[in-house]
Nanobody, 119 residues
Framework: QVQLVESGGGLVQPGGSLRLSCAAS????????MGWYRQAPGKERELVAR???????NIADSVKGRFTISRDNAKNTVYLQMNSLKPEDTAVYYC?????????????WGQGTQITVSS
């Protein structure tokens, strides 16, 4: 069984920074992608950033230049460094793991962590 444990959410003022962490445990396959999605009230869940086991990344245009995704493969942990936060970044952030590739892939989600950007 795969589990994802997130940490690092909270309340921050506009222009501030936060770092999210997500540690995966269980049977983690060598080919995988870890990432972050977010969902604001009344909106659909959207991709924020993701990173493959080889280090390739996809970053949403809305956060490019402000957010950085990285991972520690030895720890099966993914990080999201969020700088210059804006009120529109307020959402529940979910960690995601796509375990494996092709037709053998499985999706896992963390419990979500609230980020509130407000003065």
């Amino acid at each position: 069984q795969v589990q994802l444990v997130e940490s690092g959410g909270g309340l921050v003022q506009p222009g501030g920074s936060l770092r999210l962490s997500c540690a995966a445990s269980g049977l983690i396959l060598s080919i995988n992608t870890m990432g972050w999605y977010r969902q604001a009230p009344g909106k659909e869940r959207e991709l924020v950033a993701r990173i493959t086991n080889t280090g390739s990344t996809n970053i949403a245009d809305s956060v490019k230049g402000r957010f950085t995704i990285s991972r520690d493969n030895a720890k099966n942990t993914v990080y999201l460094q969020m700088n210059s936060l804006k009120p529109e970044d307020t959402a529940v952030y979910y960690c995601n793991l796509v375990n494996g590739g092709g037709s053998m892939r499985s999706d896992y989600w963390g419990q979500g962590t609230q980020i509130t950007v407000s003065s």
